[in-house]
């Protein structure tokens, strides 16, 4: 009998946690984050003594074939949505992604935020070996497992994983790489960097006119300061792309802006 009431209670547990509560947090950005990014991760990680990115990286092991960033991405997108949710830009979004890097067709490109390589791989695949790409992340732990994700997707030799903070590092990039400028940047760190960060690329001269720098959930978890900043300056044109936070309903988007060059006749700031 008591085994049976326990059964009950962890099928329960299980009901509740798989379906019923993703259910509900589904279109609430509030909810969805403490859900998800919060409550379900701290008990996973506890329960199996593993973090997400490595669980991540398990699914990528035995689902993705070697040498094929498709089906890394595919791997990945198919754990965000079967199994655990993870803040990588997500499917929805990657699409819009993709198109914006390859109008762009970037030579050299700047990534803030690896995670677990989600977006560098994406972003790479895209790429002729050429290019010059490089992702910053300052987490060692995620930067370990995002190592072991672009190996599996075989594009070790195309991706720089940097370690450190962007703020540390931005003003290092011509030092370190002999670049200049990058015809591309990918916004997808700690929402409350975006203004600094590219303030602080405009001040190292390291946008050209025409490059682009696209930021990832202005929206959810949101960026408005960084909005307003390249919405009102006259040094951008920005356009905001409608989505959703990555595997979820609820509204977040991707901001494209523009660099126009410095403009010392229309000084805004
Ligand atoms: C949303 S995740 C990046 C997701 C990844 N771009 C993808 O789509 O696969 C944000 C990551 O940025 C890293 N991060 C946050 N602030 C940072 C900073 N100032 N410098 C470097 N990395 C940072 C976090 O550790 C985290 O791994």
């Known amino acids: 009998m008591l085994l049976l009431t326990a059964l009950l209670v962890l099928l329960g547990v299980y009901v509740l946690c798989r379906w019923l509560v993703p259910q509900l947090v589904q279109s609430n950005a509030t909810l969805a984050l403490l859900w998800y990014d919060f409550l379900l991760e701290t008990a996973l990680d506890f329960i199996t003594r593993t973090s997400r990115p490595q669980r991540l990286l398990q699914a990528v092991c035995i689902n993705a074939v070697r040498g094929n960033p498709d089906s890394v991405i595919a791997a990945i997108d198919h754990f965000c949505q079967n199994q655990e949710w993870a803040m990588n830009v997500g499917d929805e979004k990657g699409a819009i992604l993709d198109s914006v890097v390859m109008e762009t067709s970037p030579s ?10 989600y977006s560098a791989v994406r972003i790479m695949r895209l790429l002729p070996p050429a290019t010059r790409f490089i992702t910053l992340e300052m987490n060692p732990d995620y930067a370990a497992v995002a190592r072991q994700v672009i190996q599996h997707a075989g594009l070790q030799d195309k991706v720089c994983l940097v370690e450190g903070k962007s ?46 720098v696209l930021a990832d959930n202005v929206l959810c978890p949101g960026a408005p300061e960084y909005l307003d900043y390249v919405r009102s300056s006259l040094r951008f044109s920005s356009r905001f792309y409608r989505s959703h936070l990555e595997y979820t309903r609820v509204l977040d988007g991707l901001e494209r802006s523009e660099y126009l060059g410095h403009r010392d006749a229309q000084r805004d700031q």
């Open 108 to 117: 050299t490109v700047l990534e803030l935020g690896t995670y677990c390589g």
């Open 167 to 212: 703020a540390d590092l931005i003003p290092k990039m011509a030092d370190m790489f002999g670049i200049r400028t990058f015809d591309f940047v990918f916004f997808d760190h700690w929402k409350d960097c975006y203004l600094p960060d590219i303030r602080l690329l405009e001040d190292c001269g390291l946008l050209d006119q025409g490059s682009v």
